[in-house]
């Protein structure tokens, strides 16, 4: 199935740095979405992005949908230690009610 | 805390075997969806069921299907098991027909086909 390009694909980082990620698609997305997973456990909603240029914050996270409706990007600014996890971007086509498709995925490591 | 709940957590099903999964929404949700992730991969799209109908359907076989039941929870069958089926099945629940996008999932079901 298809899956949206996350890039970088793991990050290896100090605490206290800042963090930017991003998802790109060849075709346009209505909705974007954020998600967080730990190990085993289902994803985290962290994000959602309903317009382009839209720009949204939760805490020390900030996400922005690409004004060409292709992209996404997020930002962590300040890194924690429980900041470790893996984090997937999602595109939904219409507003409401249709499949979430999936980016591939940035692993990100604090190293101590 | 997102209030979707999924059972099993783990279980171990030999090949050829059925499994059904099953997922609560959380409440006020009339959207359930079925998603498989594999080892080291995003989640892939099964199927959505919208007030008890199926209302979309990823690139899946046949032999995996499911049910919505009225108070909106989910079950997802899987027959003729194969080994390329262990993965991670997360469901997702979500508030469809009011606009609002967001999904929330369940603490995933880990199957192994053995």
């Known amino acids: 199935g298809q899956q949206l390009n996350q890039s970088p694909q793991s990050m290896f980082i100090q605490e206290g740095e800042d963090v930017s990620m991003n998802c790109t698609s060849s075709s346009i997305f209505n909705t974007w979405l954020w998600y967080k997973q730990d190990p085993g456990e289902g994803p985290v909603l962290l994000i959602a992005?309903?317009?382009?240029?839209e720009l949204t914050s939760n805490g020390r996270l900030t996400a922005q949908f690409g004004i060409t409706r292709k992209d996404s990007f997020l930002n962590i600014s300040a890194s924690i230690p429980s900041d470790v996890g893996i984090y997937f971007c999602?595109?939904?086509?219409?507003?409401?009610?249709?499949?979430?498709?999936f980016g591939t995925g940035t692993r990100l490591t604090i190293i101590p | 805390e997102t209030g979707v709940t999924q059972s099993p957590t783990h279980l171990i099903k030999t090949r050829g075997q059925q499994v059904t999964l099953r997922c609560s929404s959380q409440?006020?949700?009339?959207?359930v969806s079925w998603y498989q992730q594999a080892l080291g991969q995003g989640p892939q799209f099964i199927f959505q069921y919208y007030r008890e109908e199926e209302n979309g359907r990823g690139n899946f076989p046949p032999r995996f299907s499911g049910l919505q039941f009225p108070n909106y929870s989910s079950e997802l069958n899987v027959n003729a098991l194969e080994l390329d089926d262990s993965a991670l099945y997360l469901c997702?629940?979500?508030?469809?027909?009011?606009?609002?996008?967001?999904?929330?999932f369940g603490q995933g079901t880990r199957l192994t086909v053995v």
């Open positions: 409440s006020g949700h009339n959207t």
């Open positions: 997702a629940s979500s508030p469809g027909g009011t606009g609002i996008a967001e999904a929330f």
């Open positions: 992005l309903y317009k382009a240029g």
């Open positions: 999602a595109g939904r086509r219409g507003a409401g009610n249709e499949k979430l498709t």
